[in-house]
């Protein structure tokens, strides 16, 4: 099984991203993971990352909703006005705990490849990484 070469965690909860890259590191799929604590923090390494010489965009984002700063929904309104080749390889997966039916409306307009809810686990990530990017990680059968 073939790596994801970044995928960038956005979540302001320093429990849930322990949490998270003790998953990542455990099931070895990505080569570097990167962490922001808001949208901010999440452009400005976008910022550096995608333009960085021998650099690449994450492959993939999961980010949190309701975060101090900048949210998830405004990372994604200010995300849409990045460069088409800074997005086009990017697929981001929302993870949240919130189920408020305006949030999933809004969340349905915006440009992401789907939702899960906290915690994230081993079957959830599996699941995004066999939906999103089949040739790296073909389904089990």
Known sequence: MSKLASVLLVDDDSTTNFLNKILFKRLAITEHLLVA????EALA???QVCTAAGGS????????????????LEFLTAYQHLP???RQ?????LLTTSVNPRDLDLV???????TLTKPLTEAKLRDVLHQHFPAQFPASH
């Open 37 to 40: 604590e808001n949208g901010a």
């Open 45 to 47: 390494t976008l910022a």
């Open 57 to 72: 965009c994450p492959d993939l984002i999961l980010l949190d909703v309701n975060m101090p700063v900048m949210n998830g």
């Open 84 to 86: 088409l080749a800074q």
């Open 89 to 93: 390889a990017t697929i981001i997966v």
């Open 108 to 114: 349905g307009q915006l440009p992401i490849a789907g």
